[in-house]
């Protein structure tokens, strides 16, 4: 089992950047396929981008595609989101997911684990 801790949300402008990174607990971090989903005020959960167990394959929803990037750090047991050029309906909390296995997922039920979520907010 993993435990997932998410950081880095805040309140930015619109045009602007945010780094959100997700710390697991374990020592099997490699063993685990990556996701980052979002929900927003009103909507269901959304997958965001997803990353295989090396780092080597990625995968974007089409919304965030060419501004926001995932990556991950094998030895710090931690995934990142690079989030570039913000828009207003970017706003949500932000969640972290893992799933054993190489191969990455975009379906939620495809997780089983999640972290608590951190709060994304860019005024306009």
């Known amino acids: 089992q993993v435990q997932l801790v998410e950081s880095g949300g805040g309140l930015v402008q619109a045009g602007g950047s945010l780094r959100l990174s997700c710390a697991a607990s374990g020592r099997t971090f490699s063993s685990y396929a990556m996701g980052w989903f979002r929900q927003a005020p009103g909507k269901e959960r959304e997958f965001v981008a997803t990353?295989?167990?090396?780092?080597?394959?990625?995968y974007y929803a089409d919304s965030v595609k060419g501004r926001f990037t995932i990556s991950r750090d094998n030895v710090k047991n931690t995934v990142y989101l690079q989030m570039n050029t913000l828009k207003p309906e970017d706003t949500a909390v932000y969640y972290c997911?893992?799933?054993?296995?190489?191969?990455?997922?975009?379906?939620?039920?495809?997780?089983?684990?999640w972290g608590q979520g951190t709060q994304v907010t860019v005024s306009s």
């Open positions: 990353i295989n167990w090396s780092g080597g394959t990625t």
């Open positions: 997911a893992a799933r054993v296995g190489s191969n990455y997922r975009i379906v939620e039920h495809d997780y089983p684990y």
